[in-house]
């Protein structure tokens, strides 16, 4: 065996161990000694109806990374007891498919036996084999009744129960999500390289917009639409051999960037005021050079997956205006990048994710009053209760950024919410920092810890009608000067950092200062 090789096995036995210890501390104090045997299922592939086609098959997560297996239909069986052999090396056995001669003339094969490096034996006896070695053993598996995941066939459950075992749902999944919160060196070069794919990226449909400007590629039939940005960006990342992207790409161009999870993709560049249920798509770029883009931005948040383990990264960037941000939509770029900045400046070991929520708030307040859009004691007519405090405890920053700055991220992209937003979070409490608002739609909700934790920051401004109707006739705010902002949309940066010794490593190698994003978006560089 190579050294890689052992390394792996090391590994490998490392995570199980680790999940297990994780699972045996969440169950009662009496089934704390009894064995504990996990049965799971892998992903299976779907078909859509009537195309003789399959899906694109993605293992489901907490399977792959106890098994590292991506070929569907496979099962998972493995048993520890505290106390026992079992404790150091517990017994795991992978069970995949069966190669049929007919399904091999459609599709690839699964690996053969010696390469799955597993015995076939059915599953069934392997499970009576356990029943039988393991009285009084308690069964695991995830949430059997939920669409999120793989369909255990209730045979095998069936076959527990018959002979007087137990079996439950209560308790693997929590387990798994806390043992995935902490990352290893094999994932933490797996998100690392899908970090890297990605923010290469990103810079590549930045400088095709600069060659755009600079007149070096001709429009296509699908000329100044979000989808062939989304396309150029999927593209650079399968050429680079990421097969998934961790998340459908967003990418919003003009106003529709104030939409948070935006998922159409396929509207054209703004020619024209876009109304908020506006979806020309006539494609007018492509059929003739009379009409010019309007200055707008263009969010993209995308990022791919390595090896099921995610990358997610957002840039913003103009398009119209010869690849230069208005002065508007520079002001609101610029103060953004100030939140990021001032969460990066705060951020180390043992601080509380509330605070760099709560920071962003702050530096949003701060920059809104600079700007004239939130009044000031200063303004005319003004006084106290336009203070910065005031402001801040109103909540009414949330209508400009109502979500969380970041998220765990693993093999999902909101990686084990279950660990990082506990239900029962003793972290939390007391006197709330600002504003309730701040934290609703904060998904991680912890202290940040040293090592292999990895964590997106992502704060954003957006110009969103359905917000701002709530603020409309806010006092904090000067409406007229709103108006003038209004129309930039919105922007969001988002890097994928790790804690460190001293602050943090920052993975996303794109760069986002405003001079680096013109001279790209223009074609000057």
Known sequence: MSDVGRWRQRWWWWCWLNHFEHLVKLLPEAERTKPQVLLLSGEVTGFRNDTDRELVLRQESNFYYLSGCTVPSSFLLAAYQPGTSLSNTPSIDLFIPKAELADMMWSVPPPSIEAASKCMTALAAAIETLIKALPGALFHTLPRNSPLFPILPSEYTQQVLTADGAVTDLYLLSALHHARLTKDAHEIAAIKHANEISSRAHEVV?????????????????????????????????????????????????????????????????????????????????????????????????????????SDITRTMPVGNGGKFTPEARAIYELVLEMQKQ????????????????????????????????????????????????????????????????????????????????????????????????????????????????????????????????????????????????????VRIEDVIVIAENGYQNLTTVKSDVEWIESVCSGEI
């Not at 876009?274 to 995308?302: C, M, W, Y």
Request: hydrophobic content about 40%.
């Open 206 to 310: 930045m400088r095709v917009l600069g060659k755009a400007v600079k007149g070096k590629i001709e429009a296509g039939s699908g000329a100044g639409k979000e989808a062939e940005a989304e396309a150029i960006f999927v593209a650079s990342c399968r050429r680079e051999g990421s097969v998934h992207q961790a998340y459908l790409p967003i990418v919003a161009a003009s106003t529709r960037a104030s939409t948070l999870h935006y998922c159409c993709n396929d509207k054209e560049f703004a020619w024209g005021p876009v109304k908020p249920h506006d979806h020309r798509n006539e494609g007018d770029f492509a059929h003739g050079k009379s009409k010019v883009l309007n200055p707008q931005v263009l969010l993209i948040d995308a990022g791919c997956e390595w090896s099921c383990y995610a």
């Open 343 to 490: 969460s990066f400046d705060i951020i180390r070991a043992g601080l509380h994710w509330d605070a760099v929520q709560l920071i962003c708030h702050r530096t949003l307040v701060k920059g809104f009053q600079k700007l004239g859009i939130f009044k000031s004691p200063e303004s005319s007519g003004s006084g106290s209760w336009n203070s910065e405090e005031a402001i801040l405890a109103s909540g009414a920053s949330s209508a400009f950024f109502p979500h969380g700055v970041g998220h765990s991220l693993g093999m999902d992209v909101h990686d084990v919410p279950s660990a990082s937003k506990p239900a029962v979070n003793p972290t939390i409490g007391g006197v709330t920092l600002g504003h309730e608002s701040f934290y609703t739609y904060l998904r991680l909700r912890l202290p940040l810890e040293q090592g292999w934790l990895w964590y997106t920051v992502e704060p954003g401004i957006y110009f969103s009608p359905h917000l701002l109707a709530v603020i409309r006739d806010s006092k904090h705010i000067n409406h007229d000067v709103l108006k003038k902002y209004e129309p930039v949309g919105g």
